[in-house]
């Protein structure tokens, strides 16, 4: 099976990503992890990112894609995949198709968790986690049971993402509208898309997802 999985920043991607990977032993493509690998490993694709990124440019969509491939080639037929932050434009939605079909893949799903705007940038802007350990908690959801004190390791340090402020999370919502939501029509034509309430506890989004993998 092959899926997308939609939404912006902080809704919850990740996490859901990372429930496949363990349940269901499926494998999450992400750009950002997939092009540091590449550079790191020195791939052909890599060493083109590399030349591009230290001489100050974006990486082409032509790169990014030639990086998928390259992990596509390496993965059992039989694997499952779910690509995370990719594809953000049409061109790479129109470049996936090829990249699948030229493997003998298709796309089964794609998934956009749904979020309230405001409810999401309070949920992004109150968390922190602690130094120590990295065990995640929130100004208002999730309290350490004794102030300032981790609950698992007991450390008193605590630490923010320098980005989880308004102004960034917000920033990068308007992004997401502007260039990632314009391709879900073109998935929508083809009968693929389901949505999930990315608002709802943790374990609801996942319980959502496994529902609409396995029917």
């Known amino acids: 099976m092959n899926i997308i ?6 809704a919850g991607k990740g996490t859901q990503a990372a429930r496949l990977v363990a349940e269901r ?10 092009l540091r690998a590449a550079v790191k490993a020195a791939t052909p694709v890599g060493l083109q990112a590399k030349a591009v990124m230290e001489s100050g440019g974006l990486v082409s969509d032509d790169i990014v894609s030639g990086i998928i491939g390259e992990e596509l080639d390496r993965l059992d037929a039989a694997t499952g995949v779910i690509f995370d932050g990719y594809p953000r ?3 790479q939605a129109q470049a996936l198709d090829g990249l699948l079909s030229a493997r003998g893949r298709s796309l089964d799903y794609v998934a956009e968790l ?6 999401l940038v309070e949920r992004i802007v109150g968390r922190y986690t602690c130094a120590q350990c ?17 609950d698992v390791c007991g450390s008193t ?10 102004e960034t999370v917000r920033t990068r919502m308007a992004e997401y509208r502007a260039k ?12 693929l898309v389901r ?16 529902g609409i993998l396995d029917a």
């Open 5 to 10: 999985l939609l939404g912006p920043p902080g």
């Open 25 to 34: 032993g499926m494998v999450q493509l992400s750009t950002g992890d997939m």
């Open 89 to 91: 434009t049409a061109a």
């Open 114 to 119: 749904e979020v309230d705007e405001d409810a």
């Open 134 to 150: 990295g065990a995640g908690y929130h100004d208002v959801f999730k309290l350490p049971k004794v102030a300032g004190v981790c």
């Open 157 to 166: 340090a605590f630490k923010r993402r320098p980005d989880d402020n308004e």
């Open 180 to 191: 990632t939501a314009p391709i879900i029509p073109l998935y929508e034509a083809r009968g």
């Open 195 to 210: 949505r999930v309430d990315g608002m709802a506890d943790m374990n609801a989004v996942g319980a959502a997802i496994a």
